[in-house]
């Protein structure tokens, strides 16, 4: 786990992002690692039947955070509670661990959050960027990865520069916008659509 990195899931619906993002933290949660997972459209069992109970058993029995004079659950759902969070682990748990780092302390443990729906999250606290933008600067160092899913990382929609997206450096592609796709692969367009053609790789079934 110390090698995983920031990390970036890219894909348009139904392409098979959140069964991986989800295997992913429930390899983490039964390591024993600190979770978040914020996602305003979760739910228990979705659409195509598949359970999530356990799941949120597993966030929930981590017990809460307490955020601006409020007890969070590491399973949120609220937009306004995913936004207390970011700023949360941006401007107060970032400092809190620069403070024990400067002073030769290094005990904290890796907190891994996983950051769901995050174009449209910008699109309602646009100071969301930010955060995330000093997050992916300094957290990894810090024990804080972060893992954001959206159906593009264009510049434009997600508010973050490109010199920003540099430090995501675990990206998975699932199929929809290649321009997005190769921009989180390091590659130009070209080279990624010769490379699936090339390969016959059908993107989208997770």
Same mark, same amino acid.
């Given at each position: 786990?110390?090698q995983?990195?920031?990390g970036?899931f890219?894909?348009v ?5 959140t069964? +991986?993002?989800?295997?992913i =933290?429930?390899? /983490?949660?039964k390591? !024993?690692?600190e @979770? #978040? ?6 739910t228990? #069992? $979705?659409e195509? !039947? ?6 949120a058993?597993a966030?929930? $029995?981590? !017990?809460?955070?307490? +955020? ?7 399973? *949120?759902? +609220?937009?306004?509670? +995913?936004r $207390?969070m970011i ?5 107060t748990?970032?400092?809190r661990r ?6 030769? #302390?290094?005990?904290y443990?890796?907190l891994?959050?996983?950051? =769901?729906? &995050?174009?449209?999250? @910008?699109k309602?606290y646009p100071?969301?960027?930010?955060w995330v933008e000093c997050?992916i600067? @300094?957290?990894?160092?810090?024990? #804080?990865?972060?893992f954001?899913?959206a159906?593009?990382?264009l510049a ?11 430090? &995501?450096?675990?990206?998975?592609? /699932?199929g929809?916008d290649?321009q997005s796709?190769?921009v989180?692969? $390091? ?7 010769q ?6 790789i *059908?993107?989208?079934? !997770?």
């Amino acid at each position: 786990h110390k090698q995983l990195c920031h990390g970036v899931f890219n894909a348009v619906t139904g392409r098979g992002k959140t069964i +991986i993002e989800r295997g992913i =933290e429930m390899q /983490l949660l039964k390591a !024993g690692h600190e @979770v #978040i997972h914020a996602d305003l459209k979760f739910t228990l #069992i $979705d659409e195509k !039947g598949l359970d999530y109970r356990p799941m949120a058993k597993a966030l929930l $029995d981590q !017990g809460t955070i307490t +955020i601006k004079e409020q007890d969070l659950q590491h399973l *949120l759902m +609220i937009p306004e509670q +995913i936004r $207390d969070m970011i700023e949360w682990a941006a401007l107060t748990e970032v400092p809190r661990r620069l403070a024990l780092y400067h002073a030769g #302390i290094h005990n904290y443990r890796t907190l891994y959050i996983f950051l =769901e729906e &995050f174009l449209y999250l @910008v699109k309602l606290y646009p100071e969301i960027a930010e955060w995330v933008e000093c997050l992916i600067i @300094v957290g990894r160092s810090l024990g #804080i990865k972060l893992f954001t899913v959206a159906q593009n990382f264009l510049a434009r929609d997600t508010k973050l520069s490109g010199a920003m997206r540099e430090n &995501f450096e675990t990206a998975y592609y /699932l199929g929809g916008d290649d321009q997005s796709g190769a921009v989180i692969l $390091d590659v130009s367009k070209k080279e990624l659509v010769q490379f699936l053609n090339t390969n016959n790789i *059908l993107l989208g079934q !997770g």
